[in-house]
């Protein structure tokens, strides 16, 4: 029952249980009541999102150094207590419960969902290649 990293607002895979939207926003224009049906999250946890400042610096991301420059600060946001406890949590409930973690990102590369995988698997979480 591994952890799926997935695209938010895509179709949902069979037995993906529950979808974490790990993201800044909800999506824009769709009514709370519709996160779930419409496939975008049933959860949201904005906690394991980059800050703003890092989204700007992922988004401004041309090269592969500046890229790893987001890395590297969204890692740090990602070390501190209450975060690293939310990782640990995610990886020891990908032992034995289906759900999902995503963004909206089109390209994972070069989404911070490719850093959350980094960390989960890190942290022991069985993760759906």
């Not at 993906?16 to 496939?39: C, H, L, S, Y």
Request: aromatic letters at 8%.
């Amino acid at each position: 029952m591994p952890i799926r990293i997935v695209r938010l607002g895509t179709p949902r895979a069979r037995d993906e249980g529950t979808r974490i939207g790990t993201v800044r926003r909800p999506p824009r224009g769709v009514p709370k009541e519709q996160f779930a049906a419409q496939d975008w999250y049933d959860v949201w946890y904005p906690n394991l999102a980059p800050s703003p400042e890092s989204v700007k610096l992922a988004q401004a991301a041309q090269t592969p150094k500046e890229w790893a420059a987001f890395t590297q600060q969204f890692r740090q946001e990602m070390a501190t207590p209450e975060n690293r406890h939310t990782i640990a949590l995610l990886a020891a409930l990908s032992q034995h419960n289906n759900f999902s973690v995503g963004c909206y990102c089109e390209d994972e590369a070069r989404c911070h969902r490719s850093v959350l995988r980094a960390l989960l698997s890190e942290a022991g979480a069985r993760i759906a290649d």
